[in-house]
Antibody, heavy 114, light 108 residues
Framework: QVQLVQSGAEVRKPGASVKVSCKASGYTFTGYYMHWVRQAPGQGLEWMGWINTNRGDTNYAQKFQGRVTMTRDTSISTAYMELSRLRSDDTAVYYC???????WGQGTLVTVSS | EIVLTQSPATLSLSPGERATLSCRAS??????LAWYQQKPGQAPRLLIYDASNRATGIPPRFSGSGSGTDFTLTISSLEPEDFAVYYCQQRSNLPPWTFGQGTKVEIK
């Protein structure tokens, strides 16, 4: 069965970076793009971008351009999302989701606080 | 960027009643619209893709319709487990993919 398992919760100070992982199993990792979506506390869903897990090319939402980097390691079927220059309003649950958002990870809470 | 507007913000209904949720796009998204259900503390779950196709394992009481800019999610007879927040999302040709702000279906 398809599973996406994300890394655990993180706490960072403003200005720091965080890297969240998403390990895929139960399907051919390189056959599907991987998306990242976040949700601030009590708020809606916000699409951050995707990575072509086969070729490695990416497409980021303009809001995150320059701060987000999505990568993958095909040898271990894992996608990564790194967000830099963190601010308090980056506090959110970050999800990975297989294209076309049919399977989701369990979410990773990132808390940004001084 | 395509903006999706969902209405109403909150829908108060009783089990067994019919729920009708609306999603309007700021420009045409053809049929590239999906619906998700989210319960507290859980990841979203895909219900409907390409406007009217039920995802794997989704019961037939959920149906989607529409094209262009106006879309509807209908739950024909609410079950207790259907009370949740519902989001629409578009994936028309170019990114960014955007979500609506959500409709909460609550127990009356």
């Amino acid at each position: 069965q398809v599973q996406l398992v994300q890394s655990g919760a993180e706490v960072r100070k403003p200005g720091a970076s965080v890297k969240v992982s998403c390990k895929a199993s139960g399907y051919t990792f390189t056959g599907y793009y991987m998306h990242w979506v976040r949700q601030a506390p009590g708020q809606g869903l916000e699409w951050m971008g995707w990575i072509n897990t086969n070729r490695g090319d990416t497409n980021y939402a303009q809001k995150f351009q320059g701060r987000v980097t999505m990568t993958r390691d095909t040898s271990i079927s894992t996608a990564y999302m790194e967000l830099s220059r963190l601010r308090s309003d980056d506090t959110a649950v970050y999800y990975c989701a297989r294209n076309p958002l049919d399977y989701w990870g369990q979410g990773t809470l990132v808390t940004v606080s001084s | 960027e395509i903006v999706l507007t969902q209405s109403p913000a909150t829908l108060s209904l009783s089990p067994g009643e019919r729920a009708t949720l609306s999603c309007r796009a700021s420009q045409s998204v053809s049929s590239y619209l999906a619906w998700y259900q989210q319960k507290p503390g859980q990841a979203p779950r895909l219900l409907i893709y390409d406007a009217s196709n039920r995802a794997t394992g989704i019961p037939p009481r959920f149906s989607g319709s529409g094209s262009g800019t106006d879309f509807t999610l209908t739950i024909s007879s609410l079950e207790p487990e259907d009370f949740a927040v519902y989001y629409c999302q578009q994936r028309s040709n170019l990114p960014p993919w955007t979500f609506g702000q959500g409709t909460k279906v609550e127990i009356k």
